[in-house]
């Protein structure tokens, strides 16, 4: 199923393992509250959320963990519609199914590999690919005051999309980590939003009214709104 929307939005996440009850979340299309004591796997998610858009991990190694291999990612693409991120919990490279599943025939010809290394001159990998679903394949980036470029990746973007407890906490501006050297950066980057649109929606299985956040002893809100 094609989308007909501009934005990237994510369906669900689910851990899978041999002999393993699936175990995951999904997702509503409007702002999903996930809250609770420490270490009930807040950050966990979060971790989680970014080793699926690319980053290297590991991830904690937790024993909620222990007997799960791979993780499924439900998406909803701009242009390929209904498709499914799948990538071990040991790293490497991804393969792209369709539709939303937790199980695939990955030697299937319907399953497409991506690497998980960023290279501009192919979409064969996470980074070109899901720029390619924003039509924003082909930008650049200012990197000092110079005037200096690169090529745009996709994890050059994570960060505004995932911001963690650190970041929340600093006295300096996600958007603007270093106040100086990387402020020409960021105006590029904030440039490129202004021709898409990208939406997070999170978690978890249900909706928090306004007067039970209130009383959460702990809260995390992982939705990342983007809109010209």
Known sequence: MTSTAS????NSL???GQGKEAAGLAFTPTLNVLYGAS??????????????LGGKGPLPDTKERVGYDKIWMALRLPKTGDATIMRALAGGQFALCPGHVIDADLKSNTVRRLSARNDPSNLDNL??????ELDLVGREIVTDVNGKKRALSFRDLIRFCLV?????????S?????????????VAYLSCYSQARMTAPSLPY???????????PNWKCLMSYWQP
Not at 7 to 10: E, F
Not at 164 to 172: G, P
Request: aromatic content about 12%; proline content about 2%.
């Open 127 to 132: 980074s070109q690919f899901l720029l390619s």
């Open 174 to 186: 996600p958007v603007d980590l270093d106040r100086c050297s990387r402020r020409h950066q960021s």
């Open 14 to 16: 689910t851990f899978t």
């Open 164 to 172: 963690d407890e650190t970041s929340i906490q600093s006295e300096v």
């Open 39 to 52: 270490n009930t796997g807040k950050t966990f998610t979060v971790k989680s959320f970014d080793f699926m």
């Open 206 to 216: 249900w909706t928090v009214k306004r007067s039970e956040r209130q009383q959460a």
């Open 7 to 10: 934005y990237l939005t994510i």
